[in-house]
């Protein structure tokens, strides 16, 4: 199923007793999570199993079991791997069993959940629902919501746009801005977030990681970043992009001679920054390459899949070790 047709099961009151939401978009995965779980709970009684806390017992435990505090008993599931079917329908039977229990499974990552998903259907009382990036004007109905919701007043919906605009149309800073935006308890206008807000384009990425790889102090730029609400996972992927890049130019050259950014990436650098990239990329010989990219994996699997940490803090001293290794 697609947002669309979920949406309008949700204006109907539709209800499920297991949900499957899975798909390219992170946000809207973690936005749907919380809205229906929302729906079913309070936020403290909602039982969680993130990653690797995941368990088929654990979960089968929680949802056969009677609550003694409420009528409802809502489990909500984070993994990064599919879960068997024979898991998957030892679930579903459960919550059919148990008329207070409801169970959400988030699927987050590149993972392919297609099939899992064929578990969650209408026979079973389940549902999956996949979620792409949203278009700009899904993202700014999304905003428009949240507005509402934390009852922000706003001249027109150009005003959201601007602020959506502003961080590139990441939906996910944008929302995170309207919290902040809320407590300022004034109508929102251009200005206001102009004044108030600081988009991507305060901080050039690129520059911040040329910084990072000539071990540089980035400390400024990486506090406003994180300061900004950028995803911490958004940011390692970044740089991991950035670091392959720099290999096949590096590759390029050793190979060819010359530097010719169209035929490395299909699309021709200014020559400028085709020059930076390169003299940037020769610096490091195949084996730092090999260390950086093992490093900023590991690091990228430990955010995503280790509960307990403070995220933050350890991005930041993953990230200030990152030049030790090369």
Known sequence: MYKSEFDNLLKQNKAFKAYMFFGESTFLIDYYTNLVS??????DEINK??????????ALDILLQSSLFSDSNILVIKTQKTIPKKECQELISAVNTNPAST?????????????????FDAKQNGVNVRFYNPFPNEALNILKQRADELDIKYEHANVLYHLLNMHKNSLELAFNDLEKLALLN????????????FGFGSINLDEFIVKLLLSKDISSELTYLIDEGINDVYLVNQITSFVSQLFM???????????????ILGYKLPKNIEDERANL????KNEDYLKMLNYLFDLELKLKSTSGIDNTNFLETGLRNFSTIF
């Open 49 to 58: 199993l993130y990653f690797e806390e995941y368990d088929t017992k654990k």
């Open 281 to 284: 990329a020769i610096k490091f």
């Open 38 to 43: 929302s729906k079913l709970a309070p936020k």
């Open 186 to 197: 004034e109508p929102l206008t251009v200005k206001v977030i102009d004044n108030n807000c």
């Open 249 to 263: 130019f590096n590759s390029f050259i050793t190979i060819n001679g010359y530097i010719n950014s169209s035929e």
């Open 103 to 119: 169970v959400l499974i988030a699927c987050i990552g590149d993972t392919d959940f297609r099939e899992m998903a064929k578990n």
